[in-house]
């Protein structure tokens, strides 16, 4: 039996090559491809939170990968519906959000590997959303570096997009490369399993379930109709023209200068030359000239134009009919706009977008160096809505929930939120302005620390303020130790992080990555042995969401299996059914030698 890495293979040269595919149900029957899968998704943060069922990824094992194939083989699968919660958006409304039983997301995992290996080739160079290698920062260096000279910004948001998915159309564009109705029987039945909210069943008749491994792709396939339209129609319509036409006014003092440079009138004609940066060098308005440009990150798209408004308003109205005609969509309308690129700026992806302009601004030659150049801001909205996260009555306060935190964990916390916070906006000119961002946090950090202590900010600050070198050189941090007896400490430290800008370091999603080899998680549950007691029956994971869950309070001496997950610091520990069963009821696991 082929492995999952050549298998994988085979169908993305299809998909390369833009070949039909009619074989993907069978290769759900091999196993290796679930253990790929289980490898990708097991340490995920979702993996032990239970869906409609009390599955989870604790107690994974070949036995499961065996009962989903089974049931494959006969066509007798059958969806769990998934649970359904809310999630907060940056907005302030809620999100819903679906989490499938384990089962359901290994199998959804499996189908997500096939489907991106043979439509992954053939999606659009300009979609960058739920894409390997891709992500938030390659779309807005793409627009940074490509669009210069912009004119018109096209804001695209569709509205609800994920929920109004059609099915039928869904199943179509499947179809039109994927001739296998087993595999498209089995997305069809994914879609209508339904979702359960509040214990009721509820079923449903469009969208995908978000929260499903397999949705973002089956998004990406859907929406790929929007960029080939806007590939195959509006661009062709919208772009002509090589280069703009001159400037005739710009050329008359131009060609004057260099008259009274060669006449030695040198005072003259620097006097022109500042004259001529006042003015484009080419026509802005030449109706031989156009250029439209277009990005798109899952349901949020950009398209920058050079030319007159009114055909950048038709533009939004065309992409609107296909999407509400062809795809069954509706545009947003409070969220699609058409945004002057020079006096305005559009927002996308949690950026101000915006045309920049200045004939003071020279290069080493004495050319004017920003025109044109797109610039990428932080809104101060943005900062505002951080800064509000840690402030009440518009001063910084402590945050409540974390004083049963140690101060450890809170150092910690804050770090990695700050750093987070800069590094999505390491791409913006005006990144100096999180320095608002990192005083109030700063303030809400030390009186949550003087809380927790039960001192004063003052003290604090005397107590952990500290300077450590980084790669720009000695900077001021609060830093907390917390010593361990033969081991180095454990450090943790607020600041330190520099607000000056990288363009040359962009984030991309954080998906799994495609990996040819096993996992070593994978490697330790086939070789089928209790890492306790060496039991061969029923081997299956025990599973943990942080390793500071295996210490117990008011233990002298912890359980046997704690102390062998803390030695080897893992997370998982494959274990038999017996020794599982003793974990979760807290009994003495059984030793080497102690099996019947």
């Given at each position: 039996m082929r492995n999952a890495a050549t298998i994988l293979g085979i169908i993305r040269e299809r998909g390369t090559r833009g070949l039909p595919v009619d074989d993907l149900y069978r290769q759900l029957w091999n196993p290796?491809?679930?253990?790929?899968?289980?490898?990708?998704?097991?340490?995920?943060?979702?993996?032990?939170?239970?869906?409609?069922?009390?599955?989870?990824?604790?107690?994974?094992?070949?036995?499961?990968?065996?009962?989903?194939?089974?049931?494959?083989?006969?066509?007798?699968?059958?969806?769990?519906?998934?649970?359904?919660?809310?999630?907060?958006?940056?907005?302030?409304?809620?999100?819903?959000?679906?989490?499938?039983?384990?089962?359901d997301k290994l199998l959804q995992e499996a189908m997500r590997l096939l489907l991106e290996a043979y439509y992954e080739p053939q999606f659009s160079n300009w979609s960058h959303g739920f894409r390997p290698n891709?992500?938030?920062?390659?779309?807005?260096?793409?627009?940074?570096?490509?669009?210069?000279?912009?004119?018109?910004?096209?804001?695209?948001?569709?509205?609800?997009?994920?929920?109004?998915?059609?099915?039928?159309?869904?199943?179509?564009?499947?179809?039109?490369?994927?001739?296998?109705?087993?595999?498209?029987?089995?997305?069809?039945?994914?879609?209508?399993?339904?979702?359960?909210?509040?214990?009721?069943?509820?079923?449903?008749?469009?969208?995908?379930?978000?929260?499903?491994?397999?949705?973002?792709?089956l998004a990406n396939v859907y929406l790929d109709q929007q960029d080939r339209f806007v590939e195959n129609v509006l661009l062709p319509a919208y772009n002509r023209g090589r280069v703009r036409r001159p400037n005739p006014e710009y050329t008359r003092l131009a060609c004057k200068m260099r008259y009274l440079k060669r006449t030695g009138r040198r005072r003259e004609a620097a006097a022109l030359r500042l004259r001529m940066r006042s003015l484009p060098s080419s026509d802005t308005h030449d109706p031989d000239y156009r250029r439209l440009r277009y990005i798109r990150y899952a349901d949020d798209f950009l398209l920058g134009f050079v030319g007159p408004r009114a055909e950048a308003e038709e533009i939004k109205r065309q992409i609107g009919e296909f999407l509400r005609d062809t795809l069954k969509l509706e545009l947003a309308d409070a969220k699609t706009l058409v945004t002057h690129g020079r006096t305005?700026?559009?927002?996308?992806?949690?950026?101000?977008?915006?045309?920049?302009?200045?004939?003071?601004?020279?290069?080493?030659?004495?050319?004017?160096?920003?025109?044109?150049?797109?610039?990428?801001?932080?809104?101060?909205?943005?900062?505002?809505?951080?800064?509000?996260?840690?402030?009440?009555?518009?001063?910084?306060i402590h945050r409540g929930e974390r004083l049963y935190d140690t101060p450890f964990s809170i150092v910690s916390q804050y770090q990695a939120e700050y750093r987070g916070i800069v590094a999505y906006y390491q791409l913006a000119h005006n990144l100096g302005t999180l320095q608002r961002l990192r005083w109030v946090m700063e303030l809400s950090l030390a009186k949550t620390l003087a809380g927790k202590l039960r001192t004063s900010v003052s003290r604090v600050f005397k107590r952990f303020k500290t300077v450590i070198q980084t790669e720009r050189g000695p900077r001021k941090v609060l830093l907390v130790q917390v010593e361990r007896p033969g081991k180095d400490p454990l450090v943790a430290y607020w600041g330190g992080i520099s607000l000056a800008r990288n363009e040359l370091a962009p984030l991309v999603d954080e998906l799994p990555p495609f990996v040819n080899g096993r996992t070593e998680l994978v490697q330790r549950l086939l070789a089928d042995t209790c890492e306790l007691c060496g039991s061969t029956v029923n081997v299956q994971v025990h599973h943990i969401r942080a390793l500071k869950d295996l210490r117990r309070k008011g233990r002298a001496r912890q359980p046997g299996w704690v102390e062998v997950m803390a030695a080897r610091r893992r997370k998982t520990l494959v274990v038999c059914a017996s020794c599982h069963a003793d974990i979760h009821a807290g009994r003495p696991t059984r030793q080497p030698g102690d099996v019947a």
């Open positions: 290796d491809l679930y253990l790929l899968a289980y490898g990708r998704i097991a340490r995920n943060r979702g993996a032990l939170t239970p869906g409609a069922t009390s599955e989870t990824v604790d107690g994974m094992a070949l036995e499961k990968i065996g009962a989903i194939i089974e049931a494959l083989r006969f066509e007798r699968y059958r969806w769990t519906p998934v649970r359904r919660t809310y999630i907060p958006k940056a907005n302030g409304k809620m999100r819903p959000l679906g989490i499938p039983s384990w089962s891709r992500g938030c920062h390659t779309a807005l260096t793409d627009v940074k570096r490509t669009w210069t000279g912009t004119t018109w910004f096209i804001e695209g948001d569709i509205s609800g997009c994920f929920d109004s998915i059609d099915h039928e159309v869904l199943l179509a564009i499947l179809r039109e490369k994927i001739h296998d109705n087993r595999f498209l029987r089995l997305i069809d039945q994914l879609l209508k399993a339904g979702y359960l909210e509040n214990w009721k069943l509820n079923a449903t008749h469009s969208g995908t379930p978000q929260g499903g491994n397999v949705s973002p792709i305005e700026a559009a927002r996308f992806l949690g950026y101000e977008v915006s045309v920049q302009g200045s004939d003071t601004k020279l290069d080493a030659r004495g050319r004017r160096s920003v025109n044109g150049i797109i610039g990428l801001r932080v809104p101060t909205d943005v900062v505002r809505a951080k800064c509000a996260r840690y402030m009440r009555a518009d001063k910084p």
